[in-house]
């Protein structure tokens, strides 16, 4: 009984991870050098979806966490970048720096 119980929290608990992983990307954006934040985003919204569902399987409605009832986040644009125009400025003041350096 005690194990099922465990495992509840655990469910629960990356639930709430996830939700706040999914937040921090939509802010700051990933370090994923090869997937966009967008794909990263939604590869994070199937985890809540996931959790959710074993949520489910292991606890009956009244059971359910609170953070089981939060809406989930909408799927994202694939190509979506978190903070782009802060990006592009900067690369093009690295780009005018490069350029003047004679170097």
């Known amino acids: 009984m005690a194990r099922t119980n465990k495992r509840q929290e655990d469910y629960a608990a990356e639930l709430q991870k996830s939700f706040d992983h999914w937040e921090y990307l939509s802010v700051h954006g990933g370090s994923d050098p090869f997937w966009s934040d967008g794909v990263n985003m939604n590869l994070v919204r199937n985890h809540i979806f996931y959790y959710k569902s074993k949520i489910e399987e292991t606890m009956t409605p009244e059971q359910y966490p609170a953070i089981y009832h939060r ?4 799927e994202v644009d694939r190509d979506y970048m978190a903070r782009a125009d802060e990006i592009r400025a900067n690369a093009k003041i690295s780009l005018e720096a490069y350029k003047s350096n004679p170097d």
């Open 71 to 74: 809406e989930p986040p909408p």
